[in-house]
């Protein structure tokens, strides 16, 4: 199609497209429309196709013209939005439009795109790596979550004491004893002395029995010299006790055939090295994503970032499985959404300049090392990456550690060493 057009930047993200579209060109269109809607007409006196055109035009001529006019622009729009290769993010509204029959059909129309990136800065970041040694505090931490995991649960037949765990219903009463409707909790894990429920209800409780029912009363101080109280009345179904493990080599054996405890002392501290590390990684990644979004300022279309929270909602709602307020949780993340969008949008355009692409014989290195290491069947682990995204996924994955290597190549990389921070893994 001949066309004539001019485009406009109003905003990084906004674009005014002013079109002509020839008479001769728009000639076309109306041809095609009169040639089917004259197949298509019954006419009263003539047969259905056989209609003389100037009955046709002065019968349908309205509608045929609207319908023209949105074909021409919309193959018009196509078009220029190809040369031009822009990536629409909201389809705007024509603003204007205009016919002479003699000059044709001009209209202008204004949409919403990615935003134009000039990279004005991505090496040479300052960015800061810290490195979290590990101590022998976090060790002892590991261990005790270690000996927690494997400890034994047995049920104690006599009275409950601190530190016993019970499983009990639980109503609560108003202050005539009478139980409060829809304030009955069944089947809940109790450890008496952990002061989950507060220091009254762990005194009231330490004696209970297996089968019996408790009144418990819980005061609250609500300031000014004033207090209220809650009642409950506890029926005790379970009490368990639970055994830790002795620190011995025989435990260290049993759970990981390590030689002794110290062998295991060392294998935990190296786990731990290997989490830090990752950790660290991570966070100097995170650092470097903000570093380098200071550095290369830029809007980003409001349509895309509405886009974005409208994923995230939907997520969520599948998640959840239940109702919340969209409006709040648009409003808490939609910094985290600009965030993201602006770091796609970075990491595409550092690709673009940087000639970075992901073969398939690097998906294919990815996948083949992914199955040795997890010991998996190398046609298991093909056929799991081929269904739904998770091909596009990995390919995504693997850029944008690419875009990782130029950025980190050049960075100004300061690594500052940290301690005392508690492990959140503690095994392999």
Partial sequence: MNLEYNLTRLESWLVEIEAKIPADELQKHFDKAWTEIRAKATIPGFRK??????????????????????????????????????????LGQVQERHWEPKDGLRFKITVQVEPEIELKNYKGLRVVKEVQQVTEEDVEEAIA?????????????????????????????????????????????????????????????VGVKKNE????????????????????RVKVKKIEEKNLPELNDEWAEEIGDYKDMQELREAIRKNLERQFERKAEERMRQNLIDELIRSNPFDIAPKMIENY?????????????????????????RSDAIRALKWYLLKK????????????????????????????????????????????????????????????????????????????????
Avoid: C
């Avoid at 029912?213 to 409950?232: C, L, P, T, Y």
């Avoid at 992901?358 to 290195?365: F, G, R, T, W, Y």
């Fill in 49 to 90: 196709g056989k209609a003389p055109m100037e009955l046709v035009k002065a019968r349908y001529g309205k509608s045929v013209e609207a319908e023209v006019f949105d074909d021409a622009i919309t193959d018009a729009f196509r078009q220029i939005i190809a040369k031009e290769n822009l990536k629409i993010v909201e």
């Fill in 145 to 205: 979550a270690l000996r927690e995991r494997y400890a034994t649960v047995r049920t104690v037949k006599g009275e409950a004491q601190k530190g016993h765990f019970v499983l009990a219903d639980f109503q609560e009463l108003d202050e005539a004893g009478l139980p409060i409707v829809g304030h009955k909790w069944e089947n809940r894990y109790v450890q008496i002395g952990s002061g989950d429920f507060g220091e009254q209800f762990d005194e009231q409780m």
């Fill in 349 to 428: 355009k550092i690709a673009e300049v940087e000639n970075l692409t992901v073969s398939d014989a690097e998906l294919d290195q990815v996948i083949e090392e992914f199955a040795k290491v997890h010991n998996q069947p190398i046609h298991k682990v093909r056929r799991y990456y081929q269904q739904d995204d998770r091909l596009d996924m990995l390919r995504e994955d693997i850029l944008e550690n690419k875009v990782f290597d130029i950025l980190l190549k050049s960075a100004d990389l300061k690594q500052v060493k940290l301690s005392g921070r508690k492990p959140e893994l503690v095994t392999q």
């Fill in 213 to 232: 029912e408790r009144q418990v009363v819980m005061s609250f101080d609500k300031g000014q010299g004033s207090s209220d109280s809650q009642f409950f």
């Fill in 309 to 333: 929270l409208d994923y995230y909602i939907e997520d969520l709602r599948k998640k959840l499985g239940r109702p919340f307020r969209e409006d709040e949780v648009r409003e808490e993340y």
